[in-house]
């Protein structure tokens, strides 16, 4: 396979363990070992004292897969597929759904693998352009004009990197509407699912709603544990996830033993640790609030409506020059919209970190001298 170097993660590979304060991190203040230890129940707490490091299951820990099926209204343990990390789910999927002459439609500006490995797999790609204009949203005339006979695959990300943007549940209706009349799988990537900013907001599990739908979760962003590396699949399609499971087999196999034991602990505690995050991230939210009401004539954005990043737009001054002078200058990291190929003078903003308050004293110095 021949695929395209993924420019984000580039990006995140010479900076973000060179910098003071990463303001475009996308996951959510990460958990210390303790205090998630702490939350364990007896039951967690002995699997984790009495833990052999042999393989594990091939499809993930059982208990684990009964966590992960609990998240949904209508799946079973059998439903769900464990995986390291969301992007291991997303280039096994791909991998078994896509080949040459096959057609995948795919949100953009968004998360690289997401189309990327779609490509590398031989398939035609059509790019569906979210529009800051349109407030990011997903344009249903557009989406359903860009289906071919070829479509196997539709992808969306709700909420959404890198804008926040958050469907309605009329919008998500029509769109596992339009991959079910198309005769396509729709794979949605539900990372920040939980965090949205208005919890009435929330949409069903993409899952749910039909047997063409897969959903991708994770433990990074909205659970805080992005170290421990397990992402999972879920779908009511067991012949498509048999198929998954057993491309899997070239990957990973397994999940890592401890790795599965900590994320059955968070999710069992699921109800702190999600109020965990969206404490951090509403709280944070509203200092940027502060921020763009500081800088009327420099920043501007389509305010988020659910995860954990924003796309805002820079007004009078590049975007790829500010972001090299800040971090030269201030220790501060925003990731230019350049990095998802888009021309708009954008910068994503992360807003999960408790260090925000200082890194946004950095930003405002460094916005001070573009005057
Ligand atoms: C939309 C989206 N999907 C998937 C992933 C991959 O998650 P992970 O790195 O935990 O595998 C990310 C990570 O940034 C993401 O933003």
Same mark, same amino acid.
């Given at each position: 396979?021949?695929?395209?170097?993924?420019?984000?993660?580039?990006?995140?590979?010479?900076?973000?363990?060179?910098?003071?304060?990463?303001?475009?991190?996308?996951?959510?203040?990460? /958990?210390?070992?303790?205090?998630?230890?702490?939350?364990?129940?007896?039951?967690?707490?002995?699997? /984790?004292?009495?833990?052999?490091?042999?393989?594990?299951?091939?499809?993930?820990?059982?208990?684990?897969?009964?966590?992960?099926?609990?998240?949904?209204?209508?799946?079973?343990?059998?439903?769900?597929?464990?995986?390291?990390?969301?992007?291991?789910?997303?280039?096994?999927?791909?991998?078994?759904?896509?080949?040459?002459?096959?057609?995948?439609?795919?949100?953009?500006?968004?998360?690289?693998?997401?189309?990327?490995?779609?490509?590398?797999?031989?398939?035609?790609?059509?790019?569906?352009?979210?529009?800051?204009?349109?407030?990011?949203?997903?344009?249903?005339?557009?989406?359903?004009?860009?289906?071919?006979?070829?479509?196997?695959?539709?992808?969306?990300?709700?909420?959404?990197?890198?804008?926040?943007?958050?469907?309605?549940?009329?919008?998500?209706?029509?769109?596992?509407?339009?991959?079910?009349?198309?005769?396509?799988?729709?794979?949605?990537?539900?990372?920040?699912?939980?965090?949205?900013?208005?919890?009435?907001?929330?949409?069903?599990?993409?899952?749910?709603?039909?047997?063409?739908?897969?959903?991708?979760?994770?433990?990074?962003?909205?659970?805080?544990?992005?170290?421990?590396?397990?992402?999972?699949?879920?779908?009511?399609?067991?012949?498509?996830?048999?198929?998954?499971?057993?491309?899997?087999?070239?990957?990973?196999?397994?999940?890592?033993?401890?790795?599965?034991?900590?994320?059955?602990?968070?999710?069992?505690?699921?109800?702190?640790?999600?109020?965990?995050?969206?404490?951090?991230?509403?709280?944070?939210?509203?200092?940027?609030?502060?921020?763009?009401?500081? /800088?009327?004539?420099?920043?501007?954005?389509?305010?988020?409506?659910?995860?954990?990043?924003?796309?805002?737009?820079?007004?009078?001054?590049?975007?790829?020059?500010?972001?090299?002078?800040?971090?030269?200058?201030?220790?501060?990291?925003?990731?230019?919209?350049?990095?998802?190929?888009?021309?708009?003078?954008?910068?994503?903003?992360?807003?999960?970190?408790?260090?925000?308050?200082?890194?946004?004293?950095?930003?405002?110095?460094?916005?001070?001298?573009?005057?």
């Amino acid at each position: 396979m021949r695929i395209a170097d993924f420019e984000l993660e580039r990006f995140f590979a010479r900076w973000e363990f060179a910098v003071r304060h990463l303001l475009c991190a996308s996951d959510v203040e990460g /958990w210390g070992m303790s205090e998630l230890l702490a939350l364990a129940d007896d039951e967690t707490a002995a699997m /984790w004292r009495d833990l052999r490091l042999g393989y594990t299951e091939a499809p993930g820990h059982p208990l684990l897969r009964r966590e992960i099926a609990g998240l949904y209204e209508t799946l079973e343990p059998d439903d769900t597929l464990v995986f390291a990390g969301a992007e291991e789910g997303i280039f096994a999927l791909v991998n078994v759904l896509l080949g040459p002459g096959d057609h995948a439609i795919v949100t953009w500006p968004g998360y690289q693998s997401l189309y990327e490995i779609a490509r590398a797999c031989g398939a035609d790609v059509t790019l569906h352009e979210l529009r800051e204009v349109d407030g990011w949203a997903i344009d249903l005339d557009r989406l359903r004009a860009d289906v071919t006979p070829a479509t196997r695959l539709i992808v969306i990300n709700a909420p959404h990197n890198p804008t926040g943007m958050l469907p309605d549940r009329a919008t998500f209706d029509a769109v596992v509407a339009i991959a079910a009349e198309a005769g396509a799988r729709l794979l949605v990537d539900e990372v920040y699912r939980g965090l949205e900013v208005d919890e009435a907001d929330r949409l069903p599990c993409g899952a749910d709603l039909g047997a063409h739908v897969v959903s991708l979760g994770v433990m990074s962003k909205t659970y805080a544990m992005a170290g421990l590396r397990i992402g999972w699949l879920a779908t009511r399609d067991r012949d498509l996830l048999a198929r998954v499971a057993a491309f899997k087999d070239y990957t990973t196999i397994c999940a890592s033993a401890p790795s599965e034991v900590l994320a059955l602990i968070g999710l069992r505690a699921r109800d702190a640790v999600v109020a965990r995050s969206r404490g951090i991230v509403l709280g944070n939210l509203a200092l940027l609030d502060g921020l763009f009401a500081r /800088w009327p004539d420099r920043l501007a954005w389509v305010r988020p409506r659910g995860g954990s990043i924003g796309f805002p737009r820079l007004i009078g001054f590049d975007s790829d020059a500010f972001a090299a002078t800040l971090v030269e200058r201030e220790g501060v990291l925003l990731l230019p919209g350049s990095r998802f190929g888009h021309p708009g003078n954008h910068v994503r903003i992360g807003f999960g970190r408790t260090d925000l308050p200082q890194a946004l004293a950095g930003l405002d110095r460094e916005l001070a001298r573009t005057r």
